[in-house]
């Protein structure tokens, strides 16, 4: 740190992402990525936007918002377009933490960072024993609220009914449900947009859209609350989203169907991996998500983690006593999902008959 950094920020802990390895031979399960590759059409229309690179790209992001407002039913002012998700979550509790936020104490790690960013008081509320979340206790919270659904990184999903309870026990406050893995089996609250002045959806390219490293993500909500995160992002980065991953993000839409396949195939993939990691012993939590959360009773998380990467198989440990069991494991393709099965098959064989 040098001397010069704003006092406010010496004390900010960054938030840190999973690991990107630059060399080849990794079996890569720890960032939530999809398997598969973006559907055709979706490099060229990137690469084709390329050439004008000259120009800035759209401010308005017309053209993304409207094909975003034509698949989901709803209008381009109810639609807020950002860099990743990341980016909607930043100027979500920019602008609708100025009462305090509150949280699952097992949620997105970005969560409390961003607090701590923006100097927000954050209350974080403990999952129940099994780690689903109880409704009643997100009621007259009356700051914003934030419950990613499915959860990560429990990959367990609340039904849309329980998050309109919420919805409706703080009417006062905003409700952010963070929809990044919704696509592989949970229920959207995108539906419900019409009906609350207080519900902001957040959605990503990155998981079920293949574009992780596109950066695109959008917000749903009122005009209203798009319009409050619009002045966050105009007075941030005007032209937060570049021209190719506007272009991309457009022909993306265009191919849903493929998307929508993978995404049944990747669910399946994970009931599967589910099953092969019950019958080795590890309890694993039934999940929603393009990923699985598991622990092994006779290992330690992180020693499965180190005996992993061993192997060169990278999953996600996070270094938190309550999860300190668990590894979080994305789906990949069903011959990834097997190297990671017989890989765990050694691992606790070894650990049982060191
Ligand atoms: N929300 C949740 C729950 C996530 O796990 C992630 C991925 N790290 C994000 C949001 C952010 O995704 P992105 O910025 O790539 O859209």
């Known amino acids: 740190m040098s001397r010069f950094l704003n006092a406010r920020y010496q004390p900010l802990q960054a938030y840190v992402p999973g690991e990107q390895p630059r060399d080849a031979g990794w079996v890569k399960l720890n960032t939530n990525e999809s398997p598969y590759a973006p559907a055709e059409g979706v490099v060229r229309a990137a690469a084709e936007a390329a050439a004008g690179l000259n120009l800035y790209s759209d401010p308005t992001c017309a053209l993304l918002r409207d094909a975003l407002a034509e698949r989901y039913g709803v209008k381009r002012e109810n639609i807020c377009a950002v860099n990743g998700s990341d980016e909607a979550l930043n100027f979500a509790f920019m602008a609708f933490g100025g009462r305090g936020a509150v949280f699952p104490d097992i949620t997105y790690g970005f969560y409390p960072v961003f607090c701590q960013l923006h100097g927000i008081p954050f209350r974080e509320i403990p999952l129940k024993a099994d780690f689903s979340i109880d409704p009643a206790e997100y009621f007259g919270v009356n700051g914003l609220v934030v419950i990613a659904n499915p959860n990560a990184p429990t990959g367990m999903a609340l039904p ?13 406050g905003v409700v952010l449900v963070d929809e990044a893995y ?6 959207s609250c995108m539906p419900l947009v019409e009906k ?13 859209r293949s574009l992780a490293g596109a950066r695109l993500g959008f917000a749903v909500g009122q005009k209203a609350l798009i319009d409050d995160l619009e002045k966050l992002r ?4 005007p032209y937060n989203i570049n021209s190719m991953t506007l272009a991309a993000g457009r022909a993306a839409l265009m191919q849903d169907d493929y998307y929508m396949e993978n995404c049944a195939k990747i669910a399946a993939t994970r009931e599967a991996t589910r099953d092969a990691l019950t019958a080795l012993g590890f309890d694993v939590l039934p999940s929603q998500g393009n990923f699985l959360f598991a622990a092994h009773g006779c290992m330690p ?9 061993k192997r060169r198989v990278l999953v ?8 300190a069991g668990y590894n979080r494991i994305t789906i990949g393709t069903p011959q990834q999902m097997r ?7 050694d691992i606790v064989s070894e650990g049982e008959n060191p």
């Open 301 to 309: 998380g992180e020693a499965v983690n180190q005996a992993l990467r």
């Open 316 to 323: 996600r440990h996070f270094a938190k006593e309550r999860i």
């Open 182 to 187: 919704v696509d592989f089996g949970g229920e």
């Open 339 to 345: 190297t990671l099965v017989e890989a765990l098959r």
């Open 196 to 208: 609350y002045e207080n519900l902001l959806v957040v959605r990503t390219f990155s998981k079920s």
């Open 160 to 172: 849309v009914a329980e998050i309109e309870r919420i919805l409706r026990g703080n009417p006062d």
């Open 234 to 237: 105009y007075s941030t980065n």
